[in-house]
């Protein structure tokens, strides 16, 4: 490994306000491999920094931007951590940028695209099968939360802090804790996330509540029986009860502007596609052409959230990224743009409850909320500043039930199907997890086993789509989604859910909700009332299911076109872990079938039995593999792909059948 420390420096324009890049490292990737006629890679770490006027149309929409120290020509700097893997002959590459905002500061993309990754990949195993690297692209990962947790190679934003002058700015913060193992103590960032200090940490007048349900009673907590360690943990004696929601609010100063992030990624990526200045070194971003992006949860949110606030306009009314691919982010954006944000915090079944991450907009073109009379579209500023991109929007059955995924593509009352754009497709993967389980599968914490529907391998086909789309024209798999219309989405009581012996059916799920912060949330992105009023919820639709319990809509895998069981998109908590009628986070269930009738009989279970199904294990991977390659005349897999994905068949055989 050869490292190099240098420094680019690259004019401040109005279209991108990169001043320079730091790199701290720049070496080969596996010594040179070759993955694909001269196609060797490199990897670049390093810093970059930036300067913004706060006074610009496409930077005022940042919240506290006014209040943020300026340089002496009134600019507002900041800088983001970098990491680069891209051709060393550019040439040889394929002239597209793929960005990944990191996930809560961690790098996903590999581990999706090429079956293996990590936060810092250096070894074999690490790059997988090398699918992108085989393609050209030139993947880049930029930091844009100033709140990811201290660990090592993770990426994050260094935002300045808001300041009226020589005073702080001073407000409240909510933290929330749900705990599903036994513990005395939890810290006010979520999972680790950095988290704003208590200003007075021995004010008497704070109150740790906690209550049994999202809509029910806060009860107080006695002052002595808890106090605050460090500014950042609360530590209780006696513990802290399973399943239970506990909450402080309390007055922290300093609040970073964490909007700043959104700038970072549209002017690091208009930089890559239009250019800078004559010192920059042609083999640093020459011949790229084309960026898309691609998120995964998180990230897929911060996607939603970019585009809302029209940073896909470079502030030349050029376009930043030609095309997204946003997986799994339901009607989620991040908590960003806001005063005191906590990004990591996100909506879901049992957890962030009343945190501002899945606000309306859902839908991608303007609707219109009954309740309140206010009209928005999450592409509204793109459509009129002309920057609008290619768009793939997909969520798996689990953003039905636990992120609000119906109200991308339903009215918000839910009573009719929303107009979908012309760029934009929606894709459901039937009968899926937030994220395919490990194999076998696990059950940790729920009642069901986890889900292990593996419907990455779309993503893969899909990525190639959206390019063909975007470089040719040429026409995506059309939107494959349950709709109203056709009876394929319903509300959760119409589901039409076999009684399967042992496997309770939910009460509860996660409902995107109106939420009142006080009158200058929503327009200057400051709380003022925590916890928020509650309002009335929007409209939550589920997928319609057939005689097994897997989702009729969307693009069935293999795996459910041929099933060995029933897949979910929901699990319940498990008693061990408190709150057992509440839905888990982040996971589905996986229930197999009986082997035989006689042991489906005695179970009393409706579903027929594997033997039932298919005669011996050459009939079902025939079965299997068929149903890949149909998937793969849909535009839903690769070729390459089906030996692959037909191993995955012949393990759940053994796993179901020879269990």
Same mark, same amino acid.
């Given at each position: ?43 670049? $770490? ?28 009134? /600019? ?52 997988? !099968?090398?699918?992108?690297?085989? &393609? ?8 844009? /939360? ?98 239970? $929601? ?6 922290? &100063? ?43 949860? /998180? ?7 970019? =585009? ?15 095309? *997204? ?12 743009? &806001? ?51 290619? $768009? ?14 119906? *109200? ?19 894709? =459901? ?6 994220? +395919? ?21 779309? *993503? ?6 959206? !390019? ?29 859910? +076999? ?15 109106? *939420? ?27 997928? /319609? ?6 989702? =009729? ?98 393990? =759940? ?7």
């Amino acid at each position: 490994m050869r490292l190099l420390a240098a420094v680019l420096c690259v004019t401040a324009l109005a279209s991108a306000e990169v001043i320079r890049i730091e790199v701290q490292e720049r070496s080969e990737v596996l010594g040179g491999r070759e993955f694909g006629p001269g196609l060797a890679y490199e990897r670049i $770490i390093g810093k970059v920094f930036f300067a913004v006027d706060p006074q610009a149309p496409a930077n005022s929409v940042i919240t506290d931007i006014l209040l943020a120290p300026r340089n002496a020509k009134g /600019q507002v700097e900041f800088s983001s951590d970098l990491y680069m893997l891209k051709p060393r002959d550019q040439e040889r590459g394929n002239g597209n940028v793929l960005f990944e905002p990191p996930n809560r500061g961690a790098k996903g993309l590999l581990g999706i695209f090429q079956r293996a990754g990590s936060n810092d990949p250096r070894s074999e195993q690490e790059f997988g !099968d090398g699918f992108l690297l085989q &393609q050209g692209y030139t993947l880049v990962w930029l930091g844009w /939360q100033p709140d990811v947790p201290e660990r090592e190679h993770l990426m994050r934003l260094y935002a300045p802090a808001a300041r009226q002058g020589e005073k702080p700015v001073t407000g409240p913060v909510r933290a929330e804790f749900i705990p599903d193992r036994r513990t005395t103590q939890f810290l006010l960032g979520d999972g680790g996330h950095r988290a704003y200090p208590v200003v007075n940490p021995e004010d008497g007048a704070l109150q740790l509540t906690v209550r049994e349900r999202e809509e029910g009673p806060r009860r107080l907590i006695p002052r002595e029986a808890w106090r605050i360690e460090d500014g950042t943990s609360v530590v209780m004696g006696n513990g802290f009860e399973l399943g239970k $929601i506990y909450e402080l609010v309390y007055e922290s &100063q300093d609040p970073l502007v964490a909007g700043l992030g959104l700038a970072a990624v549209r002017d690091f990526i208009a930089y890559l596609k239009y250019g800078g200045t004559p010192q920059t070194p042609a083999d640093f971003r020459e011949n790229l052409v084309r960026t898309y992006g691609f998120g995964n949860s /998180q990230s897929a949110m911060f996607f939603r959230t970019f =585009l809302y606030y029209g940073f896909n306009d470079d502030g030349r009314k050029r376009r930043v990224f030609d095309g *997204l691919l946003g997986n799994v982010a339901g009607g989620r954006s991040v908590s960003l743009n &806001q005063r005191f944000a906590q990004p990591g915090r996100t909506a879901g079944p049992f957890r962030a409850l009343d945190y501002p991450s899945d606000p309306f907009p859902y839908s991608d073109l303007e609707m219109r909320d009954p309740e309140t009379g206010r009209s928005d579209g999450v592409l509204t500023r793109s459509l009129k500043a002309g920057v609008v991109p290619k $768009i793939f929007w997909s969520n798996s059955a689990y953003e039905y039930w636990g992120c609000a995924a119906s *109200l991308v593509h339903t009215t918000p009352d839910g009573t009719q199907d929303a107009p979908v754009g012309a760029t934009t497709r929606i894709y =459901l993967f039937s009968s899926g997890q937030h994220g +395919p389980s490990a194999f076998p599968p696990p059950q940790h914490g729920t009642q069901n086993l986890a889900n292990p529907n593996d419907f990455r391998w779309a *993503l893969r086909a899909l990525l190639v789509a959206l !390019d063909g789309w975007v470089q040719a024209g040429k026409e995506p798999p059309a939107s494959r989604y349950p709709r109203i219309a056709d009876d394929r989405l319903v509300t959760p009581g119409a589901v039409q859910f +076999p009684k399967i012996p042992g496997v309770a059916f939910p009460a509860r799920w996660h409902e995107a909700r109106r *939420l009142d912060f006080g009158a200058r949330f929503w327009t200057a992105g400051i709380a003022e009332v925590e916890p928020p009023k509650r309002g009335k919820v929007y409209a939550v639709l589920v997928p /319609q299911v057939d005689a097994d319990g897997n989702d =009729l809509a969307g693009v069935r895998m293999p795996e459910i076109e041929v099933a060995l069981g029933t897949y979910t998109g929901w699990n319940l908590r498990s008693a061990e872990a408190g709150a057992p009628d509440e839905l888990a986070s982040s996971t589905g269930s996986f229930i197999p079938f009986a082997k035989t009738k006689a042991e489906r009989e005695r179970r009393g279970d409706p579903r027929p039995a594997v033997a039932e199904r298919y005669p011996d294990a050459a009939e079902y991977l025939k079965r299997f593999e068929a149903a890949a390659k149909q998937r793969v005349r849909e535009g839903f897999l690769l070729e390459r792909d089906v030996p692959r994905v037909t191993e995955r068949g012949k393990a =759940l055989w053994e796993y179901v059948a020879g269990r």
